[in-house]
Nanobody, 122 residues
Framework: QVQLVESGGGLVQPGGSLRLSCVASGTIFSIDGMGWYRQAPGKQRELVARITGGGSTNYADSVKGRFTISRDNAKNTVYLQMNSLNPEDTAVYYC????????????????WGQGTQVTVSS
């Protein structure tokens, strides 16, 4: 069984920083992309940032220059460093593992974490 567990969310003042972590655990043969999505109240879930196994990244326009995604392939872990946070960043942040295979013969599928709340408020 594969689990994605996020950590690092919380309450922060505008202009502050947070670092999110997500660890994929269980029987894992390979993971293609890993990424972070967020969902604010009343809004659809949206991509924040994602990173391939080779380190290529892409970001939502709203977070470019403020957020940095990184990945430790050996630990099946993805990070999101969030700087210069503003109230519009308030949301539940979800970790995603794309095209994860538990064994070499497994079908690739997507997995999601349970989410971690990030609240930016004074």
């Amino acid at each position: 069984q594969v689990q994605l567990v996020e950590s690092g969310g919380g309450l922060v003042q505008p202009g502050g920083s947070l670092r999110l972590s997500c660890v994929a655990s269980g029987t894992i043969f390979s993971i293609d992309g890993m990424g972070w999505y967020r969902q604010a109240p009343g809004k659809q879930r949206e991509l924040v940032a994602r990173i391939t196994g080779g380190g290529s990244t892409n970001y939502a326009d709203s977070v470019k220059g403020r957020f940095t995604i990184s990945r430790d392939n050996a630990k099946n872990t993805v990070y999101l460093q969030m700087n210069s946070l503003n109230p519009e960043d308030t949301a539940v942040y979800y970790c995603n593992a794309a095209k994860l295979r538990r064994t070499i013969l497994d079908n690739a599928r997507n997995y999601w974490g349970q989410g971690t709340q990030v609240t930016v408020s004074s």
